[in-house]
């Protein structure tokens, strides 16, 4: 059974959270895609509104997370001798590596929380950054989303499932426990025998 969620309160959850881990909150902005999928494939939400949500709040959240290593880290970075060391030696990194880390990062929950204040801090140049920010939010948002609605029934349905075989299990075991009881008269082993 799912959650009743109000339509308007869906979207805003998805697009606080996605937002938010975008711009490098420990917050569950792909667990909201997740649920606000789910939800759809039951009718619940609107499968392109969810998308829609959080492919712009995950753009959004980037450039908050590009402004803040920018500007915040770049200048905490600098502050220690070995800090600066570190930043000198993946700025090179960066420039090589820094459109695949921003596009890829999407996909791995490290770099989705950090890959933004990476591409601040080593100075990747902003057009650049917004690009493949704008390219990996719309391809994360469509391919999570995506699959997370095509498996909402199959897994609700395997859930529920699961749920009536594992209560029809328990059960069985619970009859199975009292028949050998009676059968081999031994109420040691009997759990009605120990509350009497």
């Given at each position: 059974?799912?959650?009743?969620?109000?339509?308007?309160?869906?979207?805003?959850?998805?697009?606080?959270?996605?937002?938010?881990?975008?711009?490098?909150?420990?917050?569950?902005?792909?667990?909201?895609?997740?649920?606000?999928?789910?939800?759809?494939?039951?009718?619940?939400?609107?499968?392109?509104?969810?998308?829609?949500?959080?492919?712009?709040?995950?753009?959004?959240?980037?450039?908050?997370?590009?402004?803040?290593?920018?500007?915040?880290?770049?200048?905490?970075?600098?502050?220690g001798r070995r800090r600066a060391r570190l930043l000198a030696r993946s700025e090179p990194l960066f420039a090589r590596y820094g459109s695949r880390a921003v596009f890829f990062g999407r996909w791995l929950p490290v770099l989705r929380v950090t890959a933004a204040?990476?591409?601040?801090?080593?100075?990747?140049?902003?057009?650049?950054?917004?690009?493949?920010?704008?390219?990996?939010?719309?391809?994360?948002?469509?391919?999570?989303?995506?699959?997370?609605?095509?498996?909402?029934?199959?897994?609700?349905?395997?859930?529920?499932?699961?749920?009536?075989?594992?209560?029809?299990?328990?059960?069985?075991?619970?009859?199975?426990?009292?028949?050998?009881?009676?059968?081999?008269?031994?109420?040691?082993?009997?759990?009605?025998?120990?509350?009497?």
């Amino acid at each position: 059974m799912l959650v009743d969620v109000p339509s308007g309160l869906g979207y805003a959850a998805i697009f606080l959270l996605a937002g938010g881990e975008s711009a490098g909150l420990p917050v569950p902005g792909e667990t909201s895609l997740i649920a606000g999928a789910v939800l759809a494939a039951h009718g619940r939400l609107s499968l392109p509104l969810v998308l829609a949500a959080a492919a712009g709040a995950a753009v959004l959240g980037d450039n908050l997370g590009y402004l803040i290593g920018h500007r915040g880290v770049r200048r905490l970075l600098l502050r220690g001798r070995r800090r600066a060391r570190l930043l000198a030696r993946s700025e090179p990194l960066f420039a090589r590596y820094g459109s695949r880390a921003v596009f890829f990062g999407r996909w791995l929950p490290v770099l989705r929380v950090t890959a933004a204040w990476l591409a601040g801090a080593n100075r990747m140049p902003w057009r650049r950054f917004a690009l493949w920010n704008a390219l990996g939010g719309i391809a994360w948002a469509s391919s999570v989303g995506t699959a997370a609605y095509l498996l909402g029934t199959v897994a609700s349905h395997a859930i529920a499932a699961v749920g009536l075989a594992m209560t029809a299990l328990a059960v069985l075991g619970v009859l199975g426990q009292l028949l050998w009881c009676r059968l081999t008269r031994r109420p040691g082993l009997c759990l009605a025998a120990r509350g009497s």
